[in-house]
Structures are given as structure tokens and as C-alpha cells.
């Protein structure tokens, strides 16, 4: 059974910025990918940013040029930078996990983490 757990939420200034954290239970080693989704109340959860083993990191459209997903080295931590944030910004931030297994992947989620832009 793996844990995500998220970190570094909080309410915010528009242009501000937050950095979110995700640690895993288990190395960055067997992380396949690990994405970060945001849902905003009455609004679907979409992906916004994801660290892909191999790859390149993805960026959503709306948040290209503001938002960074990164780690360091073998680090079982993932990190969201979020620059100059906006209020459409506010919502509750999940990180997804797909982690290779002996027999299969297997995806987990964190427990969310509020973000909230406003004056």
C-alpha cells in the first residue's frame, strides 16, 4: 500500500506564489508518473502539471509558463512551484501516483491540499 502525502497549501495574493509537495512511501524509482490534478468546486478534476518518468514534464494550457513540476535527484518527492497565481487558481490540488508494481501498476492518490487565490 503506498501514501501520498501533500503539503504546502494555503490561501495566497493574486501573483503570488505557493510550492505544494508530494511524498511517497516508496522510491522515486518504481513512480511510473506523478501527476498533479486540481478540482475546483462544481468543476471536474482536471491534470494540471505531471512528472513523467523518461519524459518531459506535462503542463496543462492554462497553467504553461506559471507552474513547475520537479524533484531532486532520487528524491521521493515531488514539487508543484506555482507562480503568479490567479483566483481561477483556487481549488483543491491532488497528487496521482502510478506506481510500478511486481505484476502490475497500481495508481494512489494524496488527501488534497486547498489552494485558495484571493484578496
Known amino acids: 500500500q503506498v501514501q501520498l502525502v501533500e503539503s504546502g497549501g494555503g490561501l495566497v495574493q493574486p501573483g503570488g506564489s505557493l510550492r505544494l509537495s508530494c511524498a511517497a512511501s516508496?522510491?522515486?524509482?518504481?513512480?511510473?508518473?506523478m501527476g498533479w490534478y486540481r478540482q475546483a468546486p462544481g468543476k471536474e478534476r482536471e491534470l494540471v502539471a505531471s512528472?513523467?518518468?523518461?519524459?518531459?514534464?506535462y503542463y496543462a494550457d492554462s497553467v504553461k509558463g506559471r507552474f513547475t513540476v520537479s524533484r531532486v535527484g532520487a528524491s521521493n518527492t515531488v514539487y508543484l512551484q506555482m507562480n503568479s497565481l490567479k483566483p481561477e487558481d483556487t481549488a483543491v490540488y491532488y497528487c496521482n501516483a502510478n506506481v510500478r508494481g511486481s505484476t502490475y501498476n497500481s495508481d494512489y492518490w494524496g488527501q488534497g491540499t486547498q489552494v485558495t487565490v484571493s484578496s
Open positions: 512528472w513523467r518518468s523518461g519524459r518531459s514534464p
Open positions: 516508496v522510491t522515486i524509482f518504481s513512480i511510473n508518473t
